[in-house]
C-alpha cells in the first residue's frame, strides 16, 4: 500500500487522521537502561509522537549503578546545536520541548532561548520542564545549574514535573501533606504542577499530585492519583511519567485522563519489570502497556469530595 503526500507521519498511514505532534526531548542519555532520554523517547515514540532527541550528558548507565564515566556535552557546541534546530523547518510544527537533567549552566540557558524561540514561532506549543535535580539525600547536580534551572527553566514552563525533594527545594519550604503542597504550587505560579512521590491516603501506596493553577475567582483543580508501592522500582520512572503526560495532553486528553492513563501505564511497566526481576525499565518488552494500560488506579479530588474514579483491573501482585 503507497503512503500519500499528506500521509506521512500519520499512525498506520490512516486517512484522515492528524499526524502526531512532534517532541523535542532535551535530557542525559545513558548508553544502557531507560532514564532520562532513552525513557522519555521511546515512550514518546511508542505513542506515535516523532521525537528531536538532544543528549545533555553521555554516560554508560544510570548512576544508581555504580560509578561511571560521565561524558558533558561541550557547552558552546551544545548551543550551536540548539540554534541550528530553531531553523529547522519543522521547528514551528513541534508540539512540545521536554527538558530532564541538565549538565551546565550554560545548557540550561541555552534551552531556555530555545523555549522562547518556539512559543514566538508557536505559541499553541508546550513546555514541561522536569527539574531533575535530586532526591530525598540532596541535590545531586551542582547548586549553580539547579538554580538556573528554577531561575530560567520553571518560569517558561506550562507543566512542571518535579517530584517532593525537588518541589520543597524548588519553593524554599518542607511541606508535609498534600493540601500544602497545593497551596506552595501557587507560588511557582505554573499552569500545571505534577508532583511525583506526594504524600499517599493508602498504606503501602504510590501518589501523584496535580495541580492546576488557580484562574480568577476559580480555586485550583487539585488531584491525586495513587496507586499501590513497587519496592525497589527501577530508576527512570519520573522520566517516565513526564513523557506520558506530555503525550496525554498532546492528544487532547484533560488533565483527569492524562494523569490517569500516564500513572496506570507507568504501574504496569514499572510492576512488571520488577516483577521479572529486571534492573532497569524494560520498556521495549512491555511497550504495549503505554497504549492500552490496565492498571487500577484511584483518582481522588483533594479539597473537594472525595470521588474516586479507577481503571479496569489491578496489576498481578508483585513476586520477589
Known sequence: MSIGPGEMGKPNGNQGEEPAKAVLV?????MTGAVGNRAAAFALER????????????????PGHGPSTRQPIDPVLFAQGLEELSQHPDFPSLGAILTGYMGSVEQVEAAAKLVDRLKAANPEALYVCDPVMGEEKG?????????AIRDLLIPRADIITPNRFE???????????????????????????????????????????????????????VLMCEHPAIPNPPSGTGDMVAALYL????????????LKKASSAILEVVSRSARNGYRDLEVARFSDRFCHPMAMV????????QQTVTLKRPPKSHKK
Open 26 to 30: 532535551i535530557s542525559s542519555h545513558v
Open 139 to 147: 541535590l545531586y547536580i551542582p547548586a549553580p545549574i539547579a538554580e
Open 247 to 258: 503525550a496525554g495532553k498532546l492528544e487532547g486528553r484533560s488533565n483527569e485522563q492524562a
Open 47 to 62: 505513542l506515535g509522537h516523532p521525537v528531536w532527541e538532544v543528549p545533555t550528558v553521555i554516560m554508560p548507565w544510570h
Open 167 to 221: 518541589f520543597n527545594w524548588l519553593t524554599g519550604t518542607f511541606e508535609t501533606n498534600n493540601g500544602d503542597l497545593a497551596k506552595e504550587a501557587e507560588t511557582l505560579g505554573r499552569p500545571t504542577t505534577l508532583i511525583t512521590s506526594a504524600f499517599p491516603l493508602m498504606r503501602n501506596s504510590m501518589a501523584n499530585l496535580l495541580i492546576e493553577r488557580s484562574k480568577g475567582e476559580k480555586p485550583a483543580n
Open 298 to 305: 484511584q483518582m481522588r479530588m483533594i479539597g473537594t469530595s
